[in-house]
C-alpha cells in the first residue's frame, strides 16, 4: 500500500509555513514528532478545520488574525498523488475521510448570586463526545421471503433462501450499496430472456447427478451474461461459499428484484444499522474502561448521540483521558472507512496516558487498523507528540515509523 510522504500548511492558527517530510505507513501506527511550540496543535487544526468542499477555517485560526489567500493543506504520497485543501476546494476529500482527535478538556466558568454579589466559579470540564450529529431514521426494509417467492413458480420457490437476516446485516447492505451493478434492472429485453430461460430450466436441476452437472453448468453460461446477477452473486458467493452457483444465482435474482427503486431506501436502512452497531459497540466497551461511579454511557439527547464525561474535579485524570480517547477512536470508526483512504490525527492525546490506560489505548487503536487493513482499506494513523516515541514502545506499538 502507498506511504504517505508528506504534509504541507501554510497560514493556519501558529503555522506560517510548514513542510513536513515523512514516511508514514497505512495501517500501522506514525508519529510526528516536535517540541512544544513547533505547530503539531496548528497542523490538527488544518485538518479537523477541512468540510466536504474546502479548507474552512474560523476566523481564530488564521494565521495572526489575518485573512490570508493562501492558507492550505497539502498530503503527498509516494506514488506522486498529491492532494490539496485551499479557501476554494478540498481535493482532500474526494478521496480520504478524515477524523482528529484532541483532548476534551476545557474551562467552564459558572455564576451564583449570593445576595448583592454575583460569584464566579471555573472548573475543568471534559467536552461532550458527538458521536453522531444527528441519529438516523429508524428505517426497516420490508422484506418477506414468502412475498418474494409468490413473484416465482412453485416448483423454483423452495430453491430460494431466506435472506431476512441479510437484509438485517448493515455489512450485507454496505456491500450492495457499494456495487452500482447490482441495482441496475434485469427485467428489460435485453437481461429477461436469460433470466427467465434460467428459472425456467431450474426444475431440471433435481435429475441425475450425470444429467444434473450438464444441464446446470448450461444454465450458469447462459445467466452469466446478466451483468447486475453476477455481480451480487459476487457478493452471495462471499457470503455463502458453499451454496453453489446455482443456488446464488437464484438467490441474486431475488435480490435484484427486491432492491429495484429502493437503493434510497437502503441506504437509509444501512445508516441505521450502522448507527445501531455503533451504539451497541460503545456501550458494550466502556462498562469495561469505566471506572468512575458516573455509568458514562452513549444516550441520545435532542437527536444527536452523545457520550458525557464527568468533569475533572470529580475523577482521576487517568479515567477520564483512557475513556474520552477510546470513545474518540469508536467516533472516527463511525465516520471513517467509506472511502479508500483514512487519515486519522491524534494530538498529543498519547502523552498524558499512564503505563495501564497506554495499554488500553494501543489495543483499541490497532484494533481500528486491523479492521482497515482487513477490508483492504489504508488509515494514516498519524500520532503527534513532543516525547521521546521510544516511551510508547510496548504491548503492541513494537513497530511504527516516525
Known sequence: MTRMVGITCKHVKGIESLDVHCDFHPNK?????????????SLATAFASLNSRRLNLADGDRYNGEDWDDCSLTVSFENGETLSASADLNEIAKVADVQVIRSGLYANMTNRRVGPRVLSQTKMSVQRCVLYDKVPRNVRLDYSIKTEREKYPSCIRGKMDNLAQEFKSYRFLNELLCCDEAFRPTKGARYDAAVKGFLNNAPLFEV???????????????IASVKPLVAIKEILDRWFPGKGDVSNYLNAIQINRFIDGKRGEIREACAYLRYCEVKRGINDMLPLLDRTRFKVRAHVEKSQLVVDFPDWDDASNGEIDVLQLCVSLFRARAKLGEKEKSLLIIDEVFDYLDDANLLVAQHFLLELMKQFKDAGKSIYVVILTHLDPSQFKSFRFKKFHT
Do not use: R
Open 29 to 41: 501506527p506514525n508519529f510526528l514528532v516536535a517540541p512544544n511550540g513547533s505547530g503539531k496543535s
Open 208 to 222: 441425475s447427478d450425470d444429467d444434473k452437472s450438464a444441464c446446470e453448468k448450461e444454465a450458469v453460461e447462459a
